[in-house]
C-alpha cells in the first residue's frame, strides 16, 4: 500500500516544475539571465530531457536520499531541510501535548454536562479557538508574556543542546499560540464521540449496576470513543508540521515554514520539491500509524 502512495506523493512533488507557466530556469534566474545562463541552468536541472526520463532520474536519486542541490546556496536539500527540520517538529509535537492536555479534558467535561452553560461556555472557547487567526493569537502573546510581562523572549531558537529550559521558553509561545486552535477542534471532536458513546445501551446498563460516574465515563465511554479523536490527533499532527508557516515567521524561527516561503521567494524550486516530499511522506507514515494504533485500542479492529 505504501509503494503507490509512494510514488503518487513523489510524482506531484516532481510536477511543481511542470506545472508552471513557462521555462523554470528563467523564472529562477530573473529578467536580468541571459539566453546561455537560462541554457545552463535548463542543462543542470535536467530539463531538457524528456519528462519520463526525468522523472525516472529523479525517483532514482531520491530513494538514495538525493533531493538534488539548492540553487542559490548550492548545499544538498537534504541537508538544508534536516537542520531546519528539529524546529519544525519541536514546535509540531508541543503544539499537540498543548492541544491534547487542553481539549481531551475539556471535551469530555463538555459531554457529561450536555446542555448545560458549562458545556455551552466550554464549546463557545472551543470554536473561538478554532476561528481566530495564528498569527494574531501569536501577536498578542508577544505583546502579553513577552513584551508586557517579559517572561519568554520575543523571538529566536535555541536548541535542547543549550538547556532543556531555555528551549522550552523560546517555544513555549509558539506551541501555545500553534496549539490552541487544534484544540478547539479535537475538543469539539471529543465531545461528539463521547455523546454519542454516553447515550448507547450499554453505558445505560452500567449506569443502572450502580457503577460510579468516574466509571462509566473515563474506563468505558471514553475508551470506545477515542478512536475519532485519535484520527484528529494524528491529522492534526501533520497540518502543525506542515502549517506552521506563520507562527515560524512571527517568531522569526528557522524551521521548515520559514524555509518554504524563502525557496519559494527565491524561487528555489529544488527546495521546494525536498519541502513537499518530506512533508507528504510524514503525513503518509502518521496515517500508517494511526491505523496500527486502532489495533491497540480497539482488539475488534483486526488487519489482514
Known amino acids: 500500500m505504501l509503494i503507490p502512495v509512494f510514488f503518487v506523493v513523489a510524482a506531484v512533488s516532481f510536477s511543481i516544475l511542470h506545472l508552471i507557466p513557462g521555462n523554470p530556469a528563467a523564472l529562477m534566474l530573473g529578467m536580468d539571465a541571459t539566453p546561455e545562463q537560462i541554457e545552463a541552468l535548463t542543462r543542470e536541472l535536467g530539463l531538457d530531457k524528456p519528462i519520463l526520463e526525468q522523472f525516472v532520474l529523479w525517483i532514482k536519486n531520491l530513494l538514495k536520499g538525493d533531493l538534488g542541490n539548492s540553487y542559490f546556496t548550492n548545499e544538498p536539500v537534504l541537508n ?46 472551543a470554536v473561538l479557538g478554532i476561528s481566530l487567526p495564528g498569527f494574531w493569537v501569536a501577536i498578542m502573546f508577544i505583546l502579553i508574556f513577552s ?13 535542547m543542546t543549550k538547556g532543556f529550559w531555555v528551549w522550552l521558553r523560546h517555544l513555549i509561545l509558539p506551541a501555545v499560540a500553534l496549539g490552541i486552535n487544534h484544540a478547539g477542534l479535537i475538543a469539539r471532536m471529543t465531545r461528539s464521540s463521547m455523546l454519542e458513546v454516553l447515550s448507547s445501551d450499554f453505558v445505560r446498563t452500567l449506569r443502572s449496576k450502580g457503577l460510579p460516574e468516574s466509571n462509566v465515563v473515563f474506563n468505558h465511554s471514553l475508551k470506545n470513543s477515542i478512536i475519532p479523536v485519535v484520527t484528529v490527533i ?54 500508517l500509524l494511526i491505523d496500527l494504533i486502532y489495533v491497540y485500542l480497539d482488539p475488534r479492529i483486526k488487519y489482514n
Not at 513584551?147 to 536548541?159: A, D, E, I, N, S
Not at 519559494?264 to 503518509?284: E, H
Request: aromatic share 8%; proline share 5%; glycine share 8%.
Open 80 to 125: 538544508i531541510i534536516l537542520q531546519k527540520m528539529p524546529v519544525s517538529f519541536s514546535i509540531a509535537i508541543l503544539a499537540e501535548l498543548v492541544a491534547i492536555i487542553l481539549a481531551i479534558p475539556l471535551g469530555v467535561f463538555s459531554a457529561v454536562k450536555h446542555n448545560t452553560i458549562y458545556d455551552q461556555v466550554l464549546m463557545t472557547f
Open 147 to 159: 513584551v508586557l510581562l517579559r517572561w519568554f523572549p520575543t523571538q529566536g531558537y535555541v536548541p
Open 234 to 287: 494524528g491529522l492534526s499532527f501533520a497540518a502543525l508540521l506542515g502549517g506552521a508557516l506563520i507562527v515560524e515567521t512571527v517568531f522569526a524561527l528557522p524551521g521548515m515554514g520559514r524555509l518554504m516561503l524563502s525557496s519559494i521567494q527565491r524561487r528555489d524550486y529544488p527546495v521546494i520539491q525536498g519541502i513537499l516530499i518530506i512533508i507528504a511522506s510524514i503525513c503518509v507514515i502518521i496515517n
